[in-house]
């Protein structure tokens, strides 16, 4: 388990800025801060130039970011009828998506298709089996699978075809009348070396070079995932450490006249939201200090399950003396546990604990479980 | 600068529309919904990212889905039409003087009224003819249901992939001939095939197991693009198919209807399909 950054104390416009969202808002809260998406969006933008990116909307799924990053150019990855549907709310095309659910029930696709969605992400034969009736509308991306060893969250276990298949996928397609458009893969969530990556980048153009022999129709897309990583630990991220080598094997590996794309989520928005809970009670029980809070694993914090995450904790109050204690989430469930072991200084009822880099996999995942209603969502 | 509506039927293409005012923009629960103008086209109606509509050329889809069954028939007294929201299709077919009835069957009556506002070119107060039967209601469910009969059946539904896919169901054929009079005619919009040539497979199998007369006719609508489009016509009376040129300009001439597109000739010739839609029909029927 990944070790708990704690930030003990804040600055005094910290404070002053956290304590009037809580006046005016409540709390808890989820804060969606506009100029750190952007500033995110900008960097990406900047280490993958000519790269296009498609914001995963699944890390997030939330009407006003897709707002902001829908000006800001983006387009976006979409992986379910609700996700087109809120893009649809907000008149974006679906012209400026690709689907990227590699398994889909035949509603789904045709829920797509009239969203405008028309390039589809398949991984088996079965699944391009049955796109077929849409064939002549649609594109088709296949999803290869890169097993790496330093993602937090491998996601080439449940979906991608091994990278030795794709040559025949491509001539069973061709066969069967559906065009493949180009290749994807994912490399794993939280991919903290860019190794995985470059591997991923040299292999597939390798099978694009290879399939242009085969394909009647050349190859025009390579979607290199998402996966990139954020700092959990109040550390900046080196960008430029991380990406160089991506970016060069972009430009040594990938054939003339394939676009680039990238289907970014944590990266994007994982910065860009703050959670801000309060203390709502508190016990002495054996050695352990408990301090019961307003949102837990069942809510803003769920990313701690489903995510693997562990998020970087701020205490506005900077007391040296401290003591062990445990920060419980508001459900009746045991397992709605923040952190355990965590050194404290004594906290009152009404006081705050925030939450930082709590925008990706967070309010996606938080259940209503014991009828909270939850974090309120606020964009400043 | 204007915006442009482009379209999403085709992944690897699609046409673009400039959008110089738009009229009216709605996301009902069945479908995403636009109208606006352009300058060529006139008023342009959109669902779900496919046109659907346009006041410059809505003549040549609604005179030749009216005229070539109506004509063909001879003696339309009873005319049901399915979907056709927009009323263009009334309007042809109620300018049969001879036609008693036509029953239309829209499933959302939102669209209708949207129309009369919006698209008031389309039903040129159709809606308000004596003889227009206006039916809120799953065109699906009311071919299943509906004890009246009718001489002509037109199903002027949106694309398989939207809402009216039971439209393309064998069921759907089915229905209809239950409730068609003896030597009436069904047609239905079967898209372009240079693009969805499936669908004229689908259909072809699908209409022939209730008709003993099955077949395809054609016009090329511009903003369908892609070539012409077809038609399916199911019946059990072939003669109706085969007409001849006199009797069909007996007709015409005696309805007096003044048309842009169809004329009786172009009503014979549209029967004849290119090669590559003949293929792909005996192919599948065989
Ligand atoms: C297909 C696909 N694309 C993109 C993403 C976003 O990944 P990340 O948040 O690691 O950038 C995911 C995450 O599950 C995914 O499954």
């Given at each position: 388990m990944t070790q708990r950054a704690i930030r003990y104390g804040a600055t005094e416009d910290e404070k002053a800025?956290?304590?009037?969202?809580?006046?005016?808002?409540?709390?808890?809260?989820?804060?969606?801060?506009?100029?750190?998406?952007?500033?995110?969006?900008?960097?990406?933008?900047?280490?993958?130039?000519?790269?296009?990116?498609?914001?995963?909307?699944?890390?997030?799924?939330?009407?006003?970011?897709?707002?902001?990053?829908?000006?800001?150019?983006?387009?976006?990855?979409?992986?379910?009828a609700g996700e087109i549907d809120l893009l649809q709310a907000q008149h974006i095309s679906g012209r400026r998506t690709i689907h990227t659910h590699p398994i889909k029930k035949d509603a789904e696709i045709r829920a797509a298709l009239r969203g405008g969605s028309t390039t589809f992400v398949v991984d088996n034969i079965d699944e391009l089996k049955k796109l077929l009736p849409y064939r002549q509308r649609i594109g088709v991306l296949l999803r290869v699978s890169f097993r790496s060893e330093t993602t937090q969250i491998d996601l080439s276990r449940k979906f991608g075809c091994s990278p030795d298949s794709v040559i025949e996928l491509v001539e069973q397609a061709s066969a069967l009348g559906a065009h493949i458009r180009g290749l994807s893969?994912?490399?794993?969530?939280?991919?903290?070396?860019?190794?995985?990556?470059?591997?991923?980048?040299?292999?597939?153009?390798?099978?694009?070079?290879?399939?242009?022999?085969?394909?009647?129709?050349?190859?025009?897309?390579?979607?290199?995932?998402?996966?990139?990583?954020?700092?959990?630990?109040?550390?900046?991220?080196?960008?430029?450490?991380?990406?160089?080598?991506?970016?060069?094997?972009?430009?040594?590996?990938?054939?003339?006249?394939?676009?680039?794309?990238?289907?970014?989520?944590?990266?994007?928005?994982?910065?860009?939201?703050?959670?801000?809970?309060?203390?709502?009670?508190?016990?002495?029980?054996?050695?352990?200090?408990?301090?019961?809070?307003?949102?837990?694993v069942y809510g803003s914090y769920s990313g701690q399950i489903f995510d693997h995450a562990c998020y970087p904790l701020q205490i506005l109050n900077d007391e040296a003396q401290r003591e062990v204690a445990i920060l419980a989430g508001p459900t009746c469930d045991s397992i709605d546990i923040i952190a355990e072991d965590i050194e404290l200084p004594k906290l009152e009822e009404g006081d705050l604990v925030i939450g930082h880099m709590m925008g990706a996999y967070t309010y996606a995942t938080s259940t209503q479980f014991n009828s909270l209603s939850g974090a309120s969502i606020i964009v400043i | 600068?204007?915006?442009?509506?482009?379209?999403?039927?085709?992944?690897?293409?699609?046409?673009?529309?400039?959008?110089?005012?738009?009229?009216?923009?709605?996301?009902?629960?069945?479908?995403?919904?636009?109208?606006?103008?352009?300058?060529?086209?006139?008023?342009?109606?959109?669902?779900?990212?496919?046109?659907?509509?346009?006041?410059?050329?809505?003549?040549?889809?609604?005179?030749?889905?009216?005229?070539?069954?109506?004509?063909?028939?001879?003696?339309?007294?009873?005319?049901?039409?399915?979907?056709?929201?927009?009323?263009?299709?009334?309007?042809?077919?109620?300018?049969?003087?001879?036609?008693?009835?036509?029953?239309?069957?829209?499933?959302?009556?939102?669209?209708?009224?949207?129309?009369?506002?919006?698209?008031?070119?389309?039903?040129?107060?159709?809606?308000?003819?004596?003889?227009?039967?206006?039916?809120?209601?799953?065109?699906?469910?009311?071919?299943?249901?509906?004890?009246?009969?009718?001489?002509?059946?037109?199903?002027?539904?949106?694309?398989?992939?939207?809402?009216?896919?039971?439209?393309?169901?064998?069921?759907?054929?089915?229905?209809?001939?239950?409730?068609?009079?003896?030597?009436?005619?069904?047609?239905?919009?079967?898209?372009?095939?240079?693009?969805?040539?499936?669908?004229?497979?689908?259909?072809?199998?699908?209409m022939s197991a209730s008709f003993s007369d099955q077949t395809f006719y054609s016009a090329a609508v511009p903003t369908y693009y892609g070539g012409i489009m077809t038609f399916a016509w199911g019946s059990d009376e072939s003669t109706l198919r085969t007409i001849d040129l006199d009797s069909l300009q007996q007709r015409y001439q005696q309805a007096g209807i003044e048309t842009r597109y169809y004329t009786p000739e172009i009503h014979r010739a549209s029967f004849a399909l290119p090669r590559y839609v003949d293929i792909a029909i005996a192919e599948a029927k065989a």
């Amino acid at each position: 388990m990944t070790q708990r950054a704690i930030r003990y104390g804040a600055t005094e416009d910290e404070k002053a800025l956290y304590l009037d969202l809580v006046k005016k808002h409540g709390s808890p809260l989820l804060v969606i801060s506009r100029e750190k998406l952007l500033q995110q969006y900008n960097t990406l933008k900047q280490q993958l130039p000519g790269v296009a990116l498609y914001y995963a909307i699944k890390a997030f799924p939330y009407p006003a970011i897709i707002e902001i990053l829908d000006k800001a150019g983006a387009c976006f990855d979409v992986a379910s009828a609700g996700e087109i549907d809120l893009l649809q709310a907000q008149h974006i095309s679906g012209r400026r998506t690709i689907h990227t659910h590699p398994i889909k029930k035949d509603a789904e696709i045709r829920a797509a298709l009239r969203g405008g969605s028309t390039t589809f992400v398949v991984d088996n034969i079965d699944e391009l089996k049955k796109l077929l009736p849409y064939r002549q509308r649609i594109g088709v991306l296949l999803r290869v699978s890169f097993r790496s060893e330093t993602t937090q969250i491998d996601l080439s276990r449940k979906f991608g075809c091994s990278p030795d298949s794709v040559i025949e996928l491509v001539e069973q397609a061709s066969a069967l009348g559906a065009h493949i458009r180009g290749l994807s893969f994912h490399v794993g969530s939280q991919s903290t070396l860019p190794k995985a990556h470059v591997e991923a980048i040299e292999r597939c153009s390798q099978i694009i070079n290879d399939a242009a022999a085969i394909n009647p129709n050349p190859m025009d897309i390579l979607d290199i995932g998402g996966g990139f990583p954020v700092s959990y630990n109040f550390e900046d991220m080196d960008n430029e450490a991380y990406f160089t080598p991506i970016r060069e094997a972009i430009k040594q590996y990938v054939p003339d006249g394939i676009r680039v794309i990238a289907e970014p989520g944590r990266y994007l928005i994982a910065p860009a939201v703050t959670a801000i809970s309060s203390v709502s009670g508190k016990a002495k029980r054996g050695d352990y200090q408990w301090y019961y809070l307003d949102d837990g694993v069942y809510g803003s914090y769920s990313g701690q399950i489903f995510d693997h995450a562990c998020y970087p904790l701020q205490i506005l109050n900077d007391e040296a003396q401290r003591e062990v204690a445990i920060l419980a989430g508001p459900t009746c469930d045991s397992i709605d546990i923040i952190a355990e072991d965590i050194e404290l200084p004594k906290l009152e009822e009404g006081d705050l604990v925030i939450g930082h880099m709590m925008g990706a996999y967070t309010y996606a995942t938080s259940t209503q479980f014991n009828s909270l209603s939850g974090a309120s969502i606020i964009v400043i | 600068m204007s915006d442009f509506f482009t379209e999403t039927l085709y992944d690897p293409l699609g046409q673009s529309f400039r959008i110089d005012k738009l009229y009216y923009e709605q996301k009902t629960e069945h479908q995403h919904l636009m109208i606006f103008h352009n300058a060529f086209l006139g008023r342009v109606m959109t669902l779900d990212g496919v046109v659907q509509t346009t006041e410059r050329d809505e003549f040549i889809y609604h005179e030749m889905m009216a005229h070539v069954p109506m004509f063909a028939h001879g003696n339309a007294k009873k005319v049901l039409i399915i979907g056709g929201g927009d009323g263009g299709m009334l309007r042809e077919a109620l300018r049969h003087k001879n036609v008693e009835q036509v029953t239309m069957v829209e499933i959302d009556g939102a669209v209708i009224e949207m129309s009369k506002q919006w698209l008031p070119n389309h039903s040129q107060g159709a809606f308000d003819d004596p003889r227009a039967n206006i039916v809120i209601a799953d065109g699906m469910d009311f071919v299943r249901e509906t004890e009246m009969r009718f001489d002509v059946i037109i199903s002027d539904s949106t694309d398989p992939i939207g809402p009216g896919e039971v439209l393309f169901s064998n069921d759907f054929y089915a229905q209809c001939k239950r409730i068609l009079n003896p030597g009436g005619v069904m047609v239905t919009q079967n898209g372009v095939p240079f693009f969805q040539v499936d669908e004229v497979r689908n259909t072809a199998i699908r209409m022939s197991a209730s008709f003993s007369d099955q077949t395809f006719y054609s016009a090329a609508v511009p903003t369908y693009y892609g070539g012409i489009m077809t038609f399916a016509w199911g019946s059990d009376e072939s003669t109706l198919r085969t007409i001849d040129l006199d009797s069909l300009q007996q007709r015409y001439q005696q309805a007096g209807i003044e048309t842009r597109y169809y004329t009786p000739e172009i009503h014979r010739a549209s029967f004849a399909l290119p090669r590559y839609v003949d293929i792909a029909i005996a192919e599948a029927k065989a």
